[in-house]
């Protein structure tokens, strides 16, 4: 299990600094979530915002701005076909998920660092009324967003309309969890708070998360030998 | 064949054997009931024409695919049996190169080292860099390297973990005659220590003076290449010619 999570940290840090230095999917996540926002805000924003439309716009430029960066970090392994070369490390593969999966995840949580406050400033979204509630909520759909789109993406890095593939596959399966981060966003944001629902919404969240990421250690590994 | 980074541990394997190996792609057929010993110490030359399933059994013995029918043994054992440790003594180097453009040479050594859990990464890294003959650009990233500097920066990341399988897909391309003969000096090494080397080429004349023996692939069949004085490529045309009747 060590090793295991060892080479997952080997695989994720060498993600990350090869990001680090083409700052490539960070840049094109970000200047896409924040387009988004901004388009939303000038198309829902006149003298105050519409109720509850900065969870549902939150979560839209989240997932979407995550998609960009699934398609792009298996595209990098398939360029001197390096995803053959972890898969023949002696690890288990999972690893080689687990790796993925981690660059991604911290990836998407610096894009949500600055898409987070800039829902607050042109929604007027409450952030600091349950902070704790909602960074759960952020950091258990990203997660589950995450995990499910890093299994899709490595399935169909040789599958040659897997930019079209892609997000047929993953909008349908995350819904749920899009849903969940919606709803329990919105109940944080309402004028008349329930953060006991927001709460339900959490544990289904992290009860979907155990499942997703789950059955992708399981699976990961027969899927990727061919 | 003792001694050396590829001397043989306890419970390492001194052949490879291949059993009645069928591998099929939809209706095509890769590989038909090849069968195939390969022992410690051995250059095997895999030789046949593009698309006769060089790379396919290279896939196979490197556990990247499974063979439709028969099996693989390494020592006593399947892949399945070995589990995930068999892959750490396996040294693949691919016609694609397994590197990363972005890092350095040293990064990409060091990361490869890493997955590997080679012992003494710093030391084992720098000696690497020698023997590719990139100390001096040890810094500089790989996808700025010609593709001849690229293949020697791959076969020394192929090579880092010491495996006792060395798989080899077209090793000697875009090698200048210097890299060439360096390249053949060091899978002469290699069988000085033990390795078992399987090395699909079509760069007949350089293998000639390195291989053991050669076998050839024609339409997912093998056939061996009779031993002989003569040149490879000669020998070889001869084994294609009667395995087309």
């Not at chain 1, 939150?58 to 392994?77: D, I, K, M, P, Q």
């Not at chain 1, 023949?88 to 949500?112: F, N, S």
């Not at chain 1, 995450?146 to 399935?155: E, K, P, R, V, Y």
């Not at chain 2, 190169?97 to 890092?103: D, N, S, W």
Request: with cysteine; hydrophobic share 50%.
């Amino acid at each position: 299990m060590t090793r295991t999570l060892q080479a997952a940290w080997t695989i994720a840090r060498k993600d990350l600094r090869i990001e680090a230095r083409s700052r490539e999917l960070v840049y094109t996540t970000l200047f896409f979530a924040v387009a988004c926002l901004l388009v939303f805000a000038f198309a829902f924003v006149r003298e105050r915002p519409i109720d509850n439309a900065a969870a549902g716009i939150l979560w839209v430029a989240l997932a979407f701005s995550g998609t960009l960066a699934l398609g792009r970090t298996f595209e990098r392994e398939r360029q001197g076909e390096t995803l053959r070369a972890l898969l023949l490390a002696p690890v288990e593969r999972g690893a080689v998920y687990l790796g993925k999966l981690i660059a991604l995840l911290l990836l998407m949580a610096a894009v949500e660092m600055v898409v987070v406050p800039i829902v607050g400033l042109l929604f007027s979204a409450p952030l600091l009324r349950a902070p704790a509630l909602l960074a759960g909520l952020l950091a258990l759909g990203t997660v589950g967003f995450a995990a499910i789109g890093t299994l899709f993406a490595a399935m169909l890095v040789r599958a040659s309309s897997r930019d079209v593939l892609l997000p047929i596959l993953l909008y349908p399966m995350t819904a749920p969890l899009l849903i969940a981060g919606v709803q329990g966003t919105a109940a944080i944001f309402a004028d008349e708070p329930n953060l006991v629902l927001a709460q339900n919404w959490l544990a289904m969240l992290l009860f979907f998360d155990a499942v997703v990421v789950t059955v992708a250690l399981w699976v990961f590994g027969a899927v990727m030998t061919e | 064949m003792s001694g050396g980074p590829h001397a043989l541990a306890p419970d390492d394997f001194d052949r490879v054997s291949v059993r009645d190996v069928s591998r099929t792609f939809g209706r095509r057929r890769a590989l038909a009931r090849v069968s195939l010993d390969c022992r410690a110490g051995e250059i095997v030359a895999v030789l046949g024409p593009n698309g006769a399933g060089k790379s396919t059994l290279l896939g196979i013995l490197a556990t990247l695919m499974r063979p439709s029918d028969g099996e693989i043994r390494y020592g006593a054992r399947t892949a399945a049996e070995a589990g995930d440790g068999l892959r750490g003594r396996i040294g693949v180097l691919g016609h694609d190169l397994f590197l990363y453009g972005e890092l350095t040479a040293r990064e990409n050594l060091r990361f490869f080292g890493r997955l590997y859990d080679v012992s003494d990464l710093d030391a084992r890294v720098d000696a690497a860099l020698a023997a590719a003959r990139l100390s001096d650009r040890a810094d500089d990233r790989a996808g700025a390297f010609s593709r001849g500097l690229r293949q020697r920066l791959a076969l020394e990341r192929a090579l880092l973990h010491a495996p006792r399988l060395v798989l080899l897909d077209e090793p000697f391309t875009g090698l200048d005659d210097d890299s060439a003969a360096h390249l053949s000096a060091r899978l002469r090494e290699l069988k000085l220590h033990g390795a078992i080397v399987v090395m699909a080429t079509h760069d007949f004349e350089t293998a000639d003076g390195v291989v053991d023996r050669a076998i050839c692939l024609d339409n997912g069949k093998l056939r061996d290449v009779p031993a002989g004085a003569g040149p490879l490529r000669e020998r070889y045309r001869q084994a294609l010619r009667e395995a087309r009747g």
